[in-house]
């Protein structure tokens, strides 16, 4: 059951990048890496998923080192509507996903 | 495509009393995943449904219990409620049953209150 810890809150200024990292010792071999983003009281939005190395798309980065013992997420230029819980969830889906499990999350406060 | 749907968007009840939250998943995802997310915590685990099946169920009491219909809309029930299980409780959706590949696509929660 692999397990994640993230850092509890992070501030940022606005036009900044935000790299929100995400330790996971006991990630297993067919694990993936998935990042959400929540707004208050509303449902968590997928950000990115990767495997390994690094993974781009029009949000976010993610990048992840050849051991995948953790994983960073990157925000380009945060805007105050960054502002956010982000969670990262590891695990294999295809046998349980009781194993893909939310953790407490970063909660990213962009200032102006 | 309208996204996932669930209803109601607020509830109040009072403890013992039982509790029907209902999700209509987007169109064509085949999988119904239910969460309770308690103020200040990640979401929780409860349920996920794939082709009207339970596939997977998380550390809940057995008075949570749900199902999924034909049309893959899905009821997640609680009775005998209790002040802890005050919380929002969350749909999604998804094509298929596996989080780890597949993105997971969330309602906007049901907000229930036991008083």
């Known amino acids: 059951l692999a397990k994640t810890t993230q850092p509890i809150s992070m501030d940022s200024y606005e036009g900044q990048e935000v790299n929100i990292t995400c330790s996971h010792n006991n990630i297993a071999t067919n694990d993936y890496i998935t990042w959400y983003q929540q707004f208050p009281s509303q449902g968590p939005r997928f950000i990115i998923q990767?495997?390994?190395t690094k993974v781009t798309n029009e949000v976010a980065s993610l990048f992840i080192p050849a051991d995948r013992k953790s994983s960073t997420l990157s925000l380009p230029r945060v805007s105050l509507s960054d502002t956010a819980v982000y969670y990262c969830?590891?695990?294999?889906?295809?046998?349980?996903?009781?194993?893909?499990?939310f953790g407490a999350g970063t909660r990213l406060t962009v200032k102006p | 495509d309208a996204g996932v749907t669930q209803s109601p968007t607020h509830l109040i009840k009072t403890r013992g009393q039982q509790v029907t939250l209902r999700c209509s998943p987007i169109?064509?995802?085949?999988?119904v995943s239910w969460y309770q997310q308690v103020l200040g915590q990640g979401p929780q685990f409860i349920f996920q449904y794939y082709e009207k099946e339970e596939r997977g169920r998380g550390n809940f009491p057995d008075r949570f219990s749900a199902r999924q219909f034909p049309n893959y809309s899905s009821e997640l029930n609680v009775n005998a409620l209790l002040l802890g299980d005050s919380a929002l409780y969350l749909c999604a959706s998804s094509l298929t049953w596996d989080f780890s590949t597949d993105t997971q696509y969330f309602g906007p929660g049901t907000r229930l209150t036991v008083l």
């Open positions: 169109s064509g995802h085949k999988s």
């Open positions: 969830l590891v695990g294999d889906g295809r046998y349980n996903n009781n194993d893909m499990r």
């Open positions: 990767g495997y390994k």
